[in-house]
Nanobody
Framework: QVQVVESGGDLVQAGGSLRLSCTVS????????MGWFRQAPGKEREGVAC????????YYDPSVEERVIISRDNAKNTLYLQMNSLKPEDTAVYYC???????????????WGLGTQVTVSS
């Protein structure tokens, strides 16, 4: 059974940084393109960044490009998202999931985790 645990979210001031982690078990993590998604209150979930199985390639949504870095450690079945220069509009619950190729389209079906809350104060 797949288990997903996202962590690292916190309350930070605008301009601050956070590093999010997502650890997956019961899943061939190293074989999959993976992505980070977020959902703000009252809004639909949206893709933030994605990475190839080897970690060599990444793609970022323009809203976060140059402010975030996605990475992975396949030995630890863990996906990371380094977030810098945070803005209030980055406030959301952040989730990880496998994606379709190097895209921000989640692969379905997927048992989404609980996510981790990022709150950025102005």
């Amino acid at each position: 059974q797949v288990q997903v645990v996202e962590s690292g979210g916190d309350l930070v001031q605008a301009g601050g940084s956070l590093r999010l982690s997502c650890t997956v078990s019961g899943f061939l993590f190293a074989d999959y393109y993976m992505g980070w998604f977020r959902q703000a209150p009252g809004k639909e979930r949206e893709g933030v960044a994605c990475i190839t199985p080897s970690g060599a390639g990444q793609y970022y949504d323009p809203s976060v490009e140059e402010r975030v870095i996605i990475s992975r450690d396949n030995a630890k079945n863990t996906l990371y998202l380094q977030m810098n220069s945070l803005k209030p509009e980055d406030t959301a619950v952040y989730y990880c999931a496998p994606v379709v190729g190097l895209s921000l389209i989640p692969a379905v079906p997927w048992d989404w985790g609980l996510g981790t809350q990022v709150t950025v104060s102005s």
